[in-house]
Structures are given as structure tokens and as C-alpha cells.
């Protein structure tokens, strides 16, 4: 029975002070409630006399429009001007697009090179051939061929890689020959695993 005695009277200690707790929370939230009521007050009151500066807009400007005078001139970017700059660059002495203005064009010069991916390579009769896939079309190409828009003559074909020839414009408008490779594409599902 003492231990009953014991046990009740700390569960009224625990009791008592949670109480206690619970009013001292009470007393400061109604003094809250008053601080609250006074800051409310004040925003109204900020709200009430605050005056808001908009510079006024200016006018717009009277618009006069220009006539194109440039409409008698050949277009900086029409296929007219290029096609005249090709022409004098295939009359140069050492030009290096004299020889691929001459040519007949191939296939594969129709697409540019992100559209062309190397899907495998075979050896026939000791001659190495690659196979591209554009446009979801299988093509064979060897050595010598042409392939991007670029005029890109391959000069090697590995297991892994086609290494080609480019003649491409420099900053100066120079034409220069530029060394790229397509690296042979693994399938999807291969990648995944």
C-alpha cells in the first residue's frame, strides 16, 4: 500500500507541474495577444499612409520608317553570291576545292557527318570497307569514297573508326583541309548492360 501511496503522489507532482506548465503558457500567450493586436494596428496604420512613387512614362518617340535601299544589291547569304565565290575559288591555281567542284558528287555528301554513325567494318579481299547507317539505310564505303557535307574523302578505316579528309573555310575565309574521325556507334542495348 505504501508503494500505492507513493506512486499517487508522484502522478499528482507530474499533474501539478504540467498544470503549472500549461498556465504559464496560457499567461504569456494572452500577452502575446496584445502585442500581436498592436502590430496588426501598425501595418494597418503603414498600409493607411503609404503613398506609392511612379515616375511619370515618358511619350514614345515618333517612329519614321526607313526604305530598304539595299533590295537592288545581291543578298549577303543568297546561294547567288556563293555560288559565284566557289567559282572564282575553283579558278585559283592551287585551289583545293578545284578538284571537288569537278568531281561527281557521292551519296553520302548529302548529309552532314552527326547523321552519319559507323554501325561496323568488314575486310574484303584484304581491303578494308566500313558501314554507315543514314537515314536508317545501310551504306558500304571504302577508302577514296566521299562522305558529309564537307567534302570528306576518307583516307582510313579501322575496326573501331573512319579517319577522313575535310576541306573547310577558316576565320579568314581560306579554305584548309581538317583531319575527323567517326568512331564506331555500340547499340543501345549493348551500352546498357
Known amino acids: 500500500m505504501a508503494a500505492r ?30 502585442a500581436h493586436q498592436e502590430l496588426q494596428e501598425w501595418m494597418d496604420q503603414q498600409r493607411r499612409e503609404a503613398k506609392p512613387r ?11 520608317p526607313q526604305p530598304y535601299m539595299a533590295v537592288r544589291d545581291v543578298e549577303p547569304f543568297s546561294n547567288q553570291k556563293l555560288q559565284v565565290a566557289l567559282k572564282q575559288e ?14 561527281r558528287r557521292e551519296p553520302l555528301e548529302a548529309y552532314p557527318l552527326d547523321n552519319l554513325s559507323m554501325v561496323g567494318s568488314v575486310v574484303r579481299g584484304g581491303r578494308p570497307y566500313a558501314l554507315l547507317r543514314a537515314d536508317n539505310l545501310l551504306y558500304q564505303i571504302k577508302v577514296g569514297d566521299y562522305i558529309g557535307q564537307n567534302y ?23 579554305w584548309t583541309e581538317r583531319m575527323s574521325t567517326l568512331t564506331l556507334q555500340e547499340r543501345a542495348q549493348e551500352r546498357s548492360r
Do not use: W, Y
Request: hydrophobic share 40%; proline share 6%.
Open 5 to 34: 501511496l507513493h506512486g499517487t503522489a508522484a502522478t499528482g507532482r507530474r499533474t501539478g507541474l504540467a498544470l503549472l506548465v500549461a498556465l504559464g503558457c496560457s499567461l504569456m500567450l494572452s500577452a502575446c495577444g496584445d
Open 54 to 64: 511612379v515616375p511619370p512614362l515618358l511619350p514614345p518617340r515618333k517612329f519614321d
Open 90 to 103: 575553283t579558278r585559283q591555281p592551287n585551289s583545293l576545292l578545284a578538284a571537288e567542284m569537278n568531281r
Open 152 to 174: 570528306g574523302r576518307i583516307t582510313r578505316i579501322t575496326e573501331t573508326e573512319i579517319t577522313l579528309r575535310e576541306i573547310v573555310q577558316d576565320a579568314l575565309g581560306e
